[in-house]
């Protein structure tokens, strides 16, 4: 996303007049009935934790540092978010995905463990090796 991004996280990218894909995220976590969320940031962790807060939506958010955010990838974003993780079903999203509602109701209506892939893209090798 290269000059899209210097001044804010991917998350924050516009994707309409309204919307960034985060705060679109977050506002279908909430029509869901999502209360908590936790986050992981990286190197714009205040904007991101500010942004969230501008947002007013009824969120309780805990959000969890990944200082070696440059050198690692999102595995350990998790792992440094460990201790936050309730045992209870967890929805991971990736920040810098946008999807269709439907697609957030068939994870959540699932008894089981799942995920959601597009089966038009390639899967990102770096996430899979």
Do not use: W
């Not at 996303?1 to 506002?27: A, F, W």
């Not at 805990?62 to 993780?85: G, Q, R």
């Not at 089981?112 to 770096?126: G, H």
């Amino acid at each position: 996303m290269g000059v899209i991004t210097n001044e804010h996280p991917k998350c924050m990218t516009e994707i309409s007049y309204k919307d960034t894909i985060l705060s679109r995220q977050l506002r279908q976590l909430v029509s869901f009935g999502i209360e908590e969320v936790v986050m992981t940031t990286g190197y714009y962790d205040k904007i991101l934790v500010d942004y969230c807060d501008a947002l007013h939506l009824p969120l309780k958010f805990t959000f969890v540092n990944n200082p070696e955010y440059a050198t690692t990838n999102y595995i350990y974003s998790i792992y440094c978010a460990k201790d936050h993780l309730k045992d209870d079903d967890i929805i991971l999203m990736h920040g810098d995905l946008v999807f269709e509602s439907q697609v957030m109701e068939a994870v959540m209506s699932s008894e089981k463990s799942c995920m959601a892939v597009s089966s038009t893209l390639p899967l990102p090798e770096k996430d899979y090796i």
